[in-house]
């Protein structure tokens, strides 16, 4: 079957070439596929999805630190973060990043996307995405229909069991102000409450899983697994194809039409860079031959920067491993396998929000991310005992980053937070507000000990002093390869074709001119949905919906 071999020869030819069988790629491969005239091959560097680990919502804590499931990247030294290095896992297997986050389904704010029309991307305003979003949704939960999809392959759902503790959280966070929130992607954007997730039947689903499994069997569909990219193939800048390894050996595989790259926003500007596709001077620098001098490529990085605030507690309710909480672990995976309950349903982050510091007038400008379970103040995937935590991330940062290569062709990933002082005092007053939410007597059954940051650390000082010893990203990397129509743009908004180079696009969270408030999964499903569009030559309407109605 075309859909199984990782063996290749270089008479192999399609009309499309997928780079990254991620949020965005699987997408597109579904959408291309569905012409059984044109042929299309979708190629994961990584290996297939076929473990319990990732199809297990509980799994996903196992993930970030594999070996064999993600890229384990780090950061440069960040100067303004004690110059530590930040660990930057990306998903490295069939589904991409799909298959290890959190299965969270959060679009961001309406307000986000008319940015990005602001910027000079003319079709990428709300009322244009709006449809895309709808498309690919398989709403399970009765919501606004003119917001939510329900005939699409992406199921949306709550938590199927989630920790009694997570409604804590949503209880404290409404006693002191914040209004409850039952959909993140309705009328009302602020507020907390439990996330929906992208689940079926009580396991992930990642975006191969809804978009390329159930069609992999179509005769013009070509998946390839463990087969890295190494560059693209340029004939004059007209794109021709990419060379790959795979097996050990290094093979070509031409595109007849076009190559599209969905690796991601630190994948994607790797592979352009090491094909000689980027701004001049950093090639030179790495030893690179310059193809096409394009300046923007690898800047403009965004991501949000995250703080922890960590609790002790005795509580059972929580999870944890304990003596006491022996019998639930025991029981767990039955529960799981006959019921389709327990702790192997959680996803960690089953509750959270978007809240106001004093610092916004209007919008949200931070993000929880609460876990009814101990997260270690060491840095450690496992902590005996029990507790809960809350993250709290900058929504809309101001310091911008960079990726670029060494002399040995290796990433580096520089985010540069904090560069831009306004993102510590936003972290600082949205930790001050996730303490404050944790202070509300919802919580006195279970209260702990804070250990991080710890009862000794509550000055403002003190606290841009923590960030700087503990703060790291939220894995939302995003805009290296942004769409737009000034001088550092990558791609046409258009078309999201490479400026310069013919047969080229891009279709990932690396266009996003800005980062959008919230997670970044449902997003680059919605760039891959709007990009075969533009590829195939069919536009959705825009939505009668309009953003004063989405706030």
């Not at 307000?111 to 910027?119: H, I, L, R, V």
């Not at 709006?130 to 229909?145: A, H, I, V």
């Not at 899983?209 to 800048?237: G, H, M, W, Y």
């Amino acid at each position: 079957m075309p859909g199984e071999t990782t063996s290749i020869d270089m008479t192999d030819a399609f009309d499309y070439v997928i780079v990254g069988a991620g949020s965005s790629g699987c997408v597109l491969a579904n959408r291309l596929s569905q012409d059984p005239g044109v042929s299309v091959c979708l190629i994961e560097a990584g290996s297939h999805d076929n473990n319990v680990r990732i199809q297990t919502p509980a799994g996903t804590i196992t993930l970030y630190k594999s070996k064999k499931y993600s890229w384990n990247f780090f950061s440069a030294p960040q100067k303004n973060l004690n110059n530590r290095s930040l660990h930057t896992p990306r998903g490295k297997a069939l589904g991409g990043s799909s298959s290890m986050n959190s299965m969270i389904y959060i679009r961001g704010h309406a307000s986000d996307y008319d940015k990005w029309e602001a910027t000079g991307c003319a079709g990428w305003g709300w009322k244009d995405v709006l449809p895309y979003f709808r498309k690919s949704e398989n709403n399970r939960l009765g919501q606004d229909p003119s917001l939510h999809g329900t005939k699409g392959e992406l199921h949306v759902d709550v938590p199927r069991d989630p920790n009694p503790v997570s409604s804590l959280f949503v209880k404290a966070a409404e006693r002191v102000g914040i209004r409850r929130n039952t959909d993140f992607n309705g009328r009302a954007f602020e507020g907390c409450g439990i996330y929906n997730v992208t689940q079926k039947d009580a396991k992930r689903l990642s975006s191969y899983r809804a978009f390329v499994a159930p069609v992999r069997q179509r005769a013009n569909l070509t998946v390839l697994t463990d087969c890295a990219v190494r560059s693209i193939i340029l004939e004059n800048k007209v794109t021709k194809g990419v060379n790959v390894v795979a097996n050990g050996v290094a093979k070509a595989i031409v595109a007849r039409r076009e190559v599209i790259l969905s690796a991601g926003a630190l994948g994607t500007p790797q592979l352009m860079l090491a094909s000689g596709i980027g701004p001049k001077a950093a090639l030179e620098q790495a030893g690179v031959e310059v193809r096409h001098d394009l300046p923007g490529v690898g800047k403009n990085l965004q991501d949000h920067l995250d703080g922890l605030i960590t609790v002790r507690s005795n509580s059972t309710k929580t999870l944890g491993f304990s003596l006491g909480a022996l019998p639930d672990v025991i029981a767990a995976p039955l529960r799981y396998m006959f019921g389709q309950k327990g702790w192997l349903t959680t996803n960690y982050v089953e509750a959270g929000g978007f809240a106001r510091t004093p610092l916004s007038a209007d919008l949200p400008d931070v993000q929880f991310h609460f876990v009814p379970g101990y997260r270690s103040h060491r840095g450690r995937l496992f902590e005996w005992g029990h507790g809960y935590a809350v993250h709290t991330c900058v929504l809309r940062p101001k310091s911008i980053g960079e990726v670029t290569l060494n002399r040995e062709g290796q990433l580096v990933i520089d985010f540069n937070f904090l560069s831009n002082p306004e993102d510590g005092r936003v972290l600082v007053e949205g930790l001050k507000l996730a303490r404050k939410i944790l202070a509300d007597p919802a919580f006195d059954a279970i209260r702990g000990k804070e250990m991080l940051p710890g009862a000794a650390v509550q000055t403002d000082e003190q606290l841009w002093a923590y960030i700087r010893e503990y703060g790291a990203t939220v894995f939302h990397p995003v805009g290296t390869c942004k769409m737009g129509v000034d001088a550092m743009s990558v791609v046409d908004p258009a078309s999201l074709k490479v400026n310069g180079i013919e047969g080229l696009r891009i279709a990932d969270a690396s266009i996003m001119p800005i980062l959008i408030s919230g997670n970044t999964n449902a997003p680059c499903i919605m760039i891959g949905e709007k990009a075969a569009d533009m590829i195939l030559g069919r536009q959705h309407a825009p939505s009668e919906a309009t953003p004063a109605a989405i706030g």
